[in-house]
């Protein structure tokens, strides 16, 4: 069984879960906790280095002992101090835990309590007004917890894009060695980039399709076998994605491409229009009225094209106006992640960041960047580290030399400041008007009502010193809900004053969503598309932006960091 770095983080992250709730030494709870979100944020597969037999210890936040038991899980499979915890707390106690507003005294209580195991049985008890005569809790907590399951309902049934790539990709690498499938693509939501999708669907040319579903029906991370037809097959993969593969002919190939690409409303658009021309369009090809030879159907170009449409781009087809823009040939020229020269929202070991200036540096560089912003928390992020103003400028320093000592990679000065409850920013600024590029976000108090929340931001983007909102919503995709916001209000702001909205690239986030970037660019703001990025690795995350603005419509202009440093520079009105 392959062993992929989300499993090892998911049993890590398991064993915090468990140790706290059974009471278990806060550090250590921590010590496992962060190295679960290490391990999943570095890109090279752990078991191969375990295999290789590296020192797990140069991960950050994996010490020696966390390191056996990455090998155990690695060479077994499993934990075996995890499966001893097991025995003494009910699994599914995880579950609870991870609903916000529960704790692990509340799920403790609830176990005591109530003999609460799983969120089924916590479903039952809120439905029983059961919870809010605990001690400590009451209706609004079971309010809470109610709008909390729903939420988590709704989230079992979807898979984030970076976690499905986590297990999509092996699948197209085993297919390589299939020598009876020739043309091998995913469409469905995944090839239109969607921040989260339903399952997986694969389309696979070649004629022999029995030798091509036992291929597949073999790989080793298919779960069980939902179902076998006569050209398509569905699994789940062991991490409960199902996949949907369809073998289809060669000169349906663009057909199929097509229909299972979608969306559907996409495809419904295209079978209308096509109805109006007297066509008909299904998955094997493109018929005039009462005809059973194919007009089109080998490529998708040919299918458009039969359609008078010009081919749109998959991260486009949700039926928002594609179909209008390539009838009339003005669709978008989309950003690609080539236009990008830089990255601009990083943190470094200052604060929060496992990497120190000159390592952010080095890798940016590596990764093809021409500049990098360097913005570090500032003080009222103290859970971070944030730094004090003087603190600040000492950093500010170290960034000059290592601009001056790090060739072919310029290192820009700037900060993630924090905006205050009331609007105001948590650094004076005297200090903000040294930086090359200041970054403005919310990160506390985010659950205020809707009107005080956009009139807050509203107040900070009068401040002269901001350049960019950082990850403008503060959503957590699947895991927190975008704060209650008037978008259209911070967007027209944002016009007003020239001031830039991030695109935050990290596949947790995407902030701004697709269509809050279409809002934006109608509007003729800008943005920009940055990572975030709180370790070297994390730098790699900057496809999953550039994604998301393609499915909000941008093209290079529209987004400041495809500009040199010194024409970004300029464009801020900095330096
Ligand atoms: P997902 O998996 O929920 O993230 O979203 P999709 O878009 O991948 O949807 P899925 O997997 O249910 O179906 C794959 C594609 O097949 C979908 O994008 C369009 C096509 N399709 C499915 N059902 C219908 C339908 O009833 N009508 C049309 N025109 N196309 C459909
Ligand atoms: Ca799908
Ligand atoms: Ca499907
Ligand atoms: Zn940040």
Redesign the pocket.
């Not at 469409?187 to 995944?190: D, I, M, Q």
């Not at 989260?196 to 399952?199: K, M, Q, R, S, V």
């Not at 229909?259 to 559907?264: H, L």
């Given at each position: 069984m392959p062993i992929h770095n989300n499993d090892i983080s998911e049993i890590l992250r398991k064993t915090a879960d468990l140790l706290e709730i059974e009471g278990a030494d806060e550090f250590r709870v921590r010590s496992y906790r962060q190295a679960a979100n290490s391990v999943e944020n570095i890109t090279d597969n752990l078991a191969e280095k375990v295999k290789d037999g590296e020192d797990l210890t140069k991960i950050s936040d994996v010490g020696e002992s966390i390191a056996d038991k990455i090998k155990e899980i690695v060479n077994t499979g499993s934990l075996q101090q995890l499966e001893e915890i097991k025995e003494r707390v009910p699994e599914e106690l995880s579950k609870l835990l991870n609903l916000e507003g529960i704790g692990p005294e509340r799920t403790k209580e609830l176990h005591e309590e109530l003999g609460i195991e799983t969120l089924d049985e916590l479903k039952k008890a809120v439905e029983n007004k059961e919870v809010r005569e605990l001690e400590g809790m009451g209706k609004k907590v079971e309010d809470k917890i109610s709008q909390e399951l729903q939420r988590k309902r709704d989230q079992e049934t979807?898979t984030l894009f970076a976690r499905a790539e986590e297990y999509a990709e092996p699948l197209l690498d085993y297919f390589i060695e299939c020598d009876a499938a020739q043309k091998i693509e995913i469409?469905?939501?995944?090839r239109?980039r969607?921040e989260?999708?339903?399952?997986l669907?694969i389309l696979i040319t070649g004629s022999d399709v029995d030798a091509i579903m036992d291929y597949f029906t073999n790989f080793e991370d298919v779960q069980d076998v939902i179902k076998r037809g006569e050209s398509r097959t569905s699994v789940h993969l062991r991490s409960d994605i199902r996949v949907?593969v369809a073998v289809i002919k060669d000169e349906s190939y663009g057909a199929a491409l097509l229909?299972?690409?979608?969306?559907?409303e996409h495809?419904?658009h295209l079978?209308d229009r096509a109805l109006d021309m007297d066509l008909k369009v299904n998955e094997y090809g493109v018929f005039p009225e009462d005809e059973d030879e194919s007009i089109a159907g080998e490529t998708e170009e040919e299918m458009y094209e039969v359609l008078n449409l010009k081919w749109i781009p998959p991260e486009m087809r949700e039926d928002r106006g594609e179909i209008e823009a390539s009838e009339k040939g003005t669709l978008p020229n989309l950003i690609t992640l080539d236009d990008l020269k830089g990255d601009i929202h990083m943190h470094t070991t200052h604060t929060d960041g496992d990497a120190s200036i000159r390592e952010m540096a080095k890798a940016a560089k590596e990764y093809g960047h021409d500049y990098i912003a360097i913005t570090d928390h500032t003080k009222r992020v103290s859970v971070a580290g944030g730094l004090e103003a003087d603190e600040l400028a000492e950093e500010l320093d170290e960034i000059e030399k290592a601009d001056e000592k790090i060739d072919d990679i310029r290192i820009l000065k700037g900060a993630e400041v924090d905006i205050l409850k009331d609007g105001s920013l948590d650094l004076p600024d005297d200090i903000l008007e040294k930086l090359d590029i200041c970054i403005c976000s919310v990160h506390y108090h985010t659950d205020l009502p809707e009107d005080e929340q956009t009139k807050r931001i509203l107040k900070a983007m009068d401040n002269p010193n901001i350049d960019i909102l950082g990850h403008p919503s503060g959503r957590l995709i699947q895991e927190r809900e975008p704060m209650a916001l008037d978008m259209e209000k911070i967007i027209d702001k944002a016009a007003e004053n020239d001031i830039v909205l991030e695109i935050n690239a990290n596949p947790h986030r995407l902030d701004l969503d697709d269509r809050h970037c279409m809002m934006a660019k109608d509007k003729g703001v800008k943005m920009s598309i940055s990572t975030d990025a709180h370790s070297v690795g994390e730098l790699h995350n900057m496809k999953y932006g550039v994604y998301q603005a393609r499915r909000g419509w941008l093209e290079a202009d529209d987004i400041i960091n495809t500009l040199s440093a010194d024409e970004l520079l300029k464009m801020l009105g900095r330096n």
């Open positions: 979807r469409g469905g939501s995944y239109r969607k989260t999708i339903g399952d669907d949907d229909y299972f690409t979608g969306s559907k495809g419904i079978r």
